[in-house]
């Protein structure tokens, strides 16, 4: 069997997709939504007051409430933790308090804040952590709560259990016979293990060839296009993270001119003939920046730029010469530009080992930089130790991800605490200023317009390289599980484990992971990973929305009804 | 035997904490602690990493390597380990759970290993140039050529995916310690998820061993000893039993003894194609996230079981060969 890695960042953050699960859904529902709310007025300074009614019978595992403490503990955790990874929308909030009762959450905001609905899609239990204000130490070896239909009975670095929480209350019922949903760890072994039968469901991501490895008559494949799309990264530095591995001081990509002149080097049509079509024949070029096609996507820009003449030109007058091996050289020195893809990936390494030759020819000194999946989701890429990167980011249908990963704020650097996911460095007044509007803007149609003036910029300043929309895909055993294909497009992936039906009567589903996830923390940089997320915080953490497989936010069981929200 | 034996292991205490000492040394120069705990945590505060830093004794300068390494070694005894750099995980569970899994499979494998290939060995140099030696050279040469990844494909596509195929069911699992889900001890499913790896580990060893217990007893049943005994009328099976297997044991149970010792370091290959939870993969993920607390405990472990089993074969040398004890 070939080996195979996922490897996927979720886009908008990941705590963005820890705790904001359901920080899906068109961004029309959102706009609407609060606009329809503006008849009230928010309470006394706030910009912004939502207010959450927690459904009456809304327990956690042990049967005790979940009330407006765990909103607070979750707000501090978020934003007090050392090392949480993203605040982005909490850093409005200027207050969770209770309302009329300590079932109602009354949430005030300095400034609106459009994407709401990703707030508090992941709850942490204020009596399952010592202190709220730092959970960096909780979470080491289990996830001690629940308040989902399923509850952890064990973890460990071979297998995590789930067994039924018996005090849910909600309507999401795990089906009839079903006593355990496992989740292994099988990075190497998959498709044999799906092959043999000793997992019931894989979700691995796609590559040419794959399914005639996953050919066999008790297995069926699950092909969808959702929110998961490829590209090419490029990293700006910023300062005290521009050196490179040699000590250079400044990332080559930090000039305007050379990354330019490197995105019209690459051939993208003839890259994508290469890579792309294999895998899906009627696949085109993906065109829209760090976006799926959709109503946020601006049109005329990105997609094939070769242009070799030009970006000869653009490399002279960034004062770059060829030296005598052909490569780019500045003061006699052809600087490397570092890519790092996750070792094991197929399709990256092919597209390398495609590229890297032809770059060369070009003039850039590019290198390969890889290393495994953990080391380059949770290291390099935070750490923005890179030039180049090539991954999938998983993201959700509403734009919001975009500020924490896009804005100049949000770089993360010591100056600002280490806060954000711009791990490229880029900074963009033009697009900073349009991405934090669209935070605060309601009107659907403003929005957009701020989100496609931001994405332009990026065009501009060819920052990326948008490849492909990725497909989704999945693959179970016909024989052994049934009623898998519901959510399969979802963002939050395999989230509706709860209705699986388990056919071979042995009362548990047995999902083969392609990525483990090294620590449990839903704050702190464990949560960097799609993994973690759909193996762990996707199966415990209650929130207030959930996403849907169709791009809709959707409020949970958690709450009575829709929130409140009122806007000065 | 017993003063020789003591003499040895007198001196497995110094070579442990000097050993431990240089690999202390090593992988601080190497892995840079601190350094990988700001990668891994990368948004740590400056408190955080004082307190990773008097946690782990990680001083700069000569005197704060010693002062350092005996910080460590003190913890280290009195089992006040420092918790993992990713996730902040107690690090013995995990590191006890991957030892006693690398022990079984490597143990089991080796054990295996040494009996079936010492015995086809045996068989070949009683009968060489025959055609029972002829296979056992060809089948030796096949087992050292095929690495183990071919192996573990070809039983795991054989004996799981088309025996699922064929009769509805793997006859044995493809990866892990015991089918998913499972929780708590059963031996009959632990022996069938080690078979296969076992298998894939004891194909090179039969063919390792093979080749040196024919070598080794060729050599012992040409000496000129051997013809005396037989000389003297002593019959076939005593020469054989007595005198040649005894020598030709000599340096095959050192290579068995080191080969022992060095299974808790974990077979990296086989532990990860069969998604195996043992040493070889702790190593990997504990080097890949430079994560020293969780390496020391790795590297004193495989220290100790390389040095005590040295010990052993010095020990086993010894009373094979009676002159060695008197030199």
Redesign the interface.
């Known amino acids: ?1 070939r080996k195979i890695r996922k490897s996927t960042r979720l886009a908008g953050g990941l705590l963005g997709s820890v705790l904001l699960l359901a920080a899906c859904g068109g961004g029309s529902d959102s706009a609407s939504d609060t606009t329809a709310a503006d008849g009230g007025g928010a309470s006394g300074d706030a910009a912004m007051t939502i207010t959450y009614d927690i459904a009456d019978e809304a327990v956690w595992e042990d049967g005790s409430p979940i009330t407006v403490a765990d909103f607070q503990c979750t707000l501090d955790a978020i934003m007090k933790t ?4 993203s605040t982005s929308g909490y850093d409005k909030i200027t207050s969770v308090e209770a309302g009329d009762s300590d079932k109602q959450v009354v949430v005030k905001f300095s400034e609106l804040y459009a994407p709401y609905k990703g707030l508090f899609g992941g709850l942490i239990k204020k009596a399952a952590v010592a202190n709220c204000a730092d959970i ?2 909780d ?3 289990s996830f001690n709560y629940s308040g989902t239909e399923w509850k952890m009975e ?1 973890w ?4 995590v ?1 789930y067994v039924p929480n018996d005090k849910y209350w909600g309507p999401r019922k795990v089906a009839d016979g079903l006593k ?1 949903l ?1 989740m ?6 998959e498709i ?2 799906l ?5 019931d469901f894989i979700y691995p991501q796609f590559y040419a060839g794959i399914t005639d490895e996953l050919a ?2 008790n297995v069926k494949t699950v092909l969808n296009y959702g929110g998961d799309y490829e590209a090419l990264y490029m990293n700006l530095g910023v300062d005290g993270k521009n050196t490179t591995a040699e000590g250079e001081k400044t990332r080559v990509f930090a000039d305007a001119k050379v990354r330019e002149a490197f995105y019209k080097s690459i051939d993208l049509e003839a890259l994508f003939k290469q890579i792309y079509i294999p895998i899906a024949a009627d696949a085109t070029l993906l065109t829209c920046g760090p976006m799926i096609p959709g109503q946020y996507c601006p049109e005329g820009i990105f997609g094939n730029k070769y242009d070799q003449k030009a970006a000869d030109g653009l490399m002279k007058d960034a004062g770059y010469e060829k030296n005598a091996e052909g490569l780019w050289a500045k003061d006699g020195v052809a600087p490397k530009i570092e890519w790092v893809i996750n070792t094991g990936n197929v399709r990256r390494e092919s597209t390398q080992a495609y590229l890297i030759p032809l770059l060369k020819k070009a003039g850039f000194n590019v290198v390969a930089y890889n ?2 999946a ?2 380059y989701f ?2 390099r890429l ?2 923005m ?1 890179y030039d180049l990167a090539m991954y999938i980011s998983t993201a959700p249908p509403d734009p919001a991800y975009l500020v924490p990963s896009f804005t100049s704020d949000n770089i ?1 650097t010591e100056a600002n ?3 954000g996911q711009n791990f490229q460095g880029w900074a963009n007044e033009t697009a900073t200023k349009a991405l934090h509007d669209s935070d605060k803007e309601v009107d659907d149609a403003k929005r957009t317009e701020l989100i496609k003036t931001a994405i332009v910029e990026m065009d501009k300043d060819h920052i990326l390289i948008p490849l492909f929309q990725f497909p989704k895909s999945g693959a179970y055993r016909t024989d052994r599980v049934d009623n898998v294909e519901g959510e399969l497009n979802n963002y939050a992936a395999f989230n509706d484990t709860y209705q699986w039906k388990d056919l071979d009567g042995d009362g ?1 589903i ?1 999902i083969g992971a392609e990525q483990w996830p ?4 839903p704050v ?3 949560a960097n990973s799609s993994w973690y997320v759909w193996t762990v915080a996707n199966v415990l953490m209650p929130g207030a929305y959930r996403t849907t497989n169709d791009g809709k936010y959707v409020v949970t069981e958690l709450l009575k009804s829709e929130p409140k929200v009122e806007t000065k | 035997m017993l003063r020789y034996a003591l003499r040895r292991a007198v001196w497995l205490l110094p070579t442990l904490i000097l050993v431990t000492f240089l690999v202390y040394v090593a992988l601080r120069l190497g892995t840079d602690p601190l350094a990988s705990y700001r ?7 400056k ?2 990493v004082d307190e990773y830093i008097a946690a782990n004794g990680l001083y700069s300068g000569a005197f704060g390597y010693v002062r350092g390494y005996f910080q460590w070694l003190w913890g280290f005894i009195t089992l006040d380990w420092p ?1 993992s750099i ?5 690090v013995w ?2 590191l006890k ?2 030892l006693a899994n690398s022990i079984r499979l490597g143990l089991v494998a080796s054990m295996v290993g040494i009996l079936v290939g010492n015995a086809f060995g045996v068989l070949a140099a009683l009968r060489p140039g025959r055609l029972r030696d002829t296979l056992v050279n060809s089948g030796a040469l096949v087992g050292l050529a095929v690495p183990p990844f071919v192996s573990a ?1 070809l039983l ?2 054989l004996f ?2 088309y ?3 064929w009769f509805g ?2 006859l044995f ?9 499972h ?1 708590g001890f059963d031996l009959f499913l632990m022996i069938k998820h080690m078979a296969l790896p076992v298998v894939v580990v004891a194909i090179q060893s039969i063919a390792v061993y093979s080749r040196y217990m024919r070598a080794s007893l060729l050599d012992v049943l040409n000496s000129e000893y051997m013809r005396t005994a037989r000389s003297k009328g002593i019959s076939e099976r005593r020469v054989l039993v007595h005198h040649a297997l005894r020598n030709a044991l000599i340096p095959v149970t050192t290579l068995a003894f080191l080969d022992v010792g060095a299974v808790v370091g974990g077979l990296i290959i086989t532990e ?4 195996y ?1 043992g040493m070889g993969r702790f190593f990997l ?1 504990a080097y ?2 430079g994560d020293f607390p969780e390496l020391m405990p790795w590297m004193v472990v495989i220290i100790g079981s390389v040095v005590t089993f040295n010990l052993l074969a010095d020990i086993a040398y010894a009373k094979l060969d009676p002159r060695i004890r008197l030199g």
């Open positions: 069997m050392t090392g949480s990874i960096s130490g979470f080491g070896t064990s460990s670095a071979d297998q259990v355990k496992v292994v760890p099988r990075p190497e072994t044999t293990d092959k043999a039968g000793s997992v066999d008559p290393c495994d953990e080391c949770q290291k935070p750490g130790d993360p605490n280490q806060k548990q047995v090294g620590c449990l923390n702190t940089e464990c | 990668r891994t945590n990368i948004r740590v505060s408190k955080k918790r990713k996730g902040s995980r107690e569970p995990h759970d991957a494909l795991q596509l799981a995916v025996w699922q195929k069911y793997a699992p493809v990866s892990g310690v015991y089918p998913p889900g929780q990860g194609l069969f998604e939870p993920v890949g996230n």
